[in-house]
């Protein structure tokens, strides 16, 4: 069955009252990932959030919604396998992944925030930005990208345009994946011996390392600027990587109301085989390696 409602948490910020949560790891309870989650019942509760999400996928392109989800975070804090774990099981037509990089001296030359309206969700679409608009906020702010001008007007100018998103019936959704020091730390070297990994490592990234409390400041700016009642941040800790997935999706369910289409039951049509016999061509197979 469907996901309904929201969950609700008070919360109060500069922009006044609003229902939401927002948990920094920094005061997160340690008992709360003490427990390890075998992989058996992380892909139990995965299938079963899958089937909502598909569940979910019905509903939006039915009804013609349009849903915005941005992941934001540290380097190593696990955005792209949360992403992966949302999309991996619905289609890409409807769920659609943009990551946008680094932007051609002509985007440079716009107003900031003009290359990801393009981007923004129809009727009918999920989109998910893997980094969003609050790069500005975050990477582009530390690493001197941008002029600490810049960087203000971005904070004045955010909540208004996610304002003018909601009014046009944007679900927008805004999730930060919270990790500790020393996990970005175990998590930067894996990706350095693995050969799988090591195209996630940047010079970017290295440069970024020794940033850490500078990004705890922007990050902190950051929410309080544009924490807001139309488009609450969300924390999500992720120091566990399987939980981090499962919590995420579970909690984006119940931000969206929505409702299981009647379905008609599917049945394979009898077929006949043997009436043509294939023609006898010089077809190269892949070889069977394995």
């Known amino acids: 069955m469907g996901k309904k409602g929201k ?7 500069k922009h006044g009252d609003r229902e939401a949560q927002t948990t920094t790891a920094d005061a997160a309870d340690p008992a709360a990932t003490n ?13 079963k959030l899958h089937v909502e999400l598909v569940t979910l996928q019905q509903w939006v392109v039915k009804k013609g919604l349009k849903v915005c989800i941005l992941f934001e975070g540290r380097d190593g804090a696990g955005k792209g396998g949360t992403i992966k774990a949302v999309t991996e099981r619905v289609s890409p037509r409807v769920f659609r992944i943009v990551a946008l990089p680094a932007p051609t001296e002509r985007e440079k030359s716009q107003m900031y925030l003009q290359r990801y309206v393009p981007h923004l ?5 999920v989109v998910i930005f893997d980094r969003s608009w609050y790069n500005r906020a975050g990477v582009e702010r530390v690493m001197g990208f941008c ?12 909540p208004s345009f996610e304002k003018m998103m909601v009014g046009t019936g944007i679900i927008l959704l805004k999730y930060w994946l919270e990790v500790s020091p020393e996990e970005q730390t175990r998590r ?17 990234d290295l440069k970024s390392y020794d940033r850490w409390d500078d990004y705890t400041r922007a990050r902190d700016k950051m929410f309080a600027a544009t924490d807001t009642s139309w488009a609450p941040w969300y924390v999500a800790l992720s120091e566990d990587k399987k939980r981090v997935r499962l919590n995420v999706i579970s909690h984006l369910l119940k931000q969206i109301p929505y409702k299981s289409l009647p379905t008609e039951e599917v049945k394979l049509p009898k077929r006949k085989i043997g009436r043509y016999k294939p023609a006898d061509l010089p077809i190269k197979y892949v070889p069977q390696a394995f």
């Open 7 to 13: 969950e609700h948490r008070k919360h109060k910020s």
């Open 35 to 47: 427990d390890t989650l075998s992989n058996k019942d992380y892909e139990h509760h995965l299938k």
């Open 147 to 158: 002029t600490e001008e810049e960087a203000k007007h971005f904070l004045l100018v955010a």
């Open 121 to 125: 969700p129809a009727a009918g679409e």
């Open 188 to 204: 930067l070297k894996a990706r350095i011996g693995d050969g799988r990994k090591t195209w996630k490592l940047s010079p970017m």
